[in-house]
């Protein structure tokens, strides 16, 4: 199971000087089991804030979250997240880094090294599993994120634009490697990101933020089967509507600043 109930979710923040910052307004959305939902908007448009409050990580100030029925009160078992900046332990090996999670429910030495070896063959690092952090590429380091979010068998994945700082062809191989591993382990994925192109080729839905306040512009259906040719017309096509859509939205951003001043 891993659906996801998103209800009238609303975000602000206060800023040092005293501003109240609307982060997100009244989002809603309904998210289907082993779906893969991309978010894409502007920066600042609230897409990370959002991935935390259903991670538990962060408290809405308005609205709910569930997962399978159940409301969203703080992080849990159901729900694991991936970041960019990877958050791995330096001082552990990559099997002490998978295992982590499992080590902080109880579960045995023998029986969580068993567990994230089985995760660390399916990213395809078992060569690797006593290396260190600092001995990876960034593209390593990633799949060992991967690993240590699936370990804990969650039934969503969260990632937060996992790989938004490896270059085209490490990201580009990254992308098929995690749909490998969604098609296997059939989990929900939330996924954010900056690139248009990243979101076509990844995900079943896509959801259009707006610039601050964050509020749902559009959710566009992706009808290509997989796997997906980036080359294809529909793909291209598809691609240029949602970077037009963003580039308007950040047009409004800016004009909305020029008016306030602000610019």
Not at 116 to 137: C, D, M, T
């Amino acid at each position: 199971m891993g659906s996801v109930e998103i209800s009238h979710i609303s975000r602000e923040f206060m800023r040092d000087d005293g501003d109240k910052v609307i982060a997100l307004s009244d989002i809603s959305l309904s998210i289907a089991d082993d779906e893969f939902v991309s978010f894409v908007g502007p920066s600042g448009c609230g897409k990370t804030t959002l991935l935390r409050i259903i991670a538990g990580l962060d408290n809405a100030n308005a609205g709910e979250v569930r997962v399978d029925g159940s409301l969203i009160t703080g992080p849990g078992q159901k729900v694991g997240m991936v970041f960019q900046e990877y958050s791995l332990f330096p001082w552990r090996s990559v099997l002490s880094n998978v295992a982590f999670g499992l080590q902080m429910r109880g579960i045995s030495k023998e029986e969580r090294y068993a567990i994230a070896r089985k995760y660390i063959s399916l990213v395809g690092l078992s060569q690797f599993e006593n290396s260190y952090p600092h001995e990876l590429s960034g593209g390593m380091k990633q799949r060992v994120a991967i690993a240590r979010a699936l370990a804990t068998d969650p039934d969503i994945l969260l990632m937060d634009e996992p790989f938004g700082a490896l270059d085209a062809q490490t990201r580009n191989h990254m992308q098929c490697e995690l749909l490998d591993i969604w098609e296997t382990k059939k989990k929900t994925i939330l996924f954010v990101t900056h690139s248009c192109d990243e979101a076509v080729f990844l995900s079943d839905r896509i959801v259009v933020l707006s610039p601050r306040p964050g509020i749902i512009r559009d959710i566009i259906d992706i009808p290509i089967s997989r796997p997906r040719d980036r080359t294809d017309k529909e793909f291209i096509d598809l691609r240029r509507h949602l970077l037009e859509m963003i580039e308007e939205e950040e047009r409004k951003e800016e004009r909305i600043k020029c008016k306030s001043g602000n610019l």
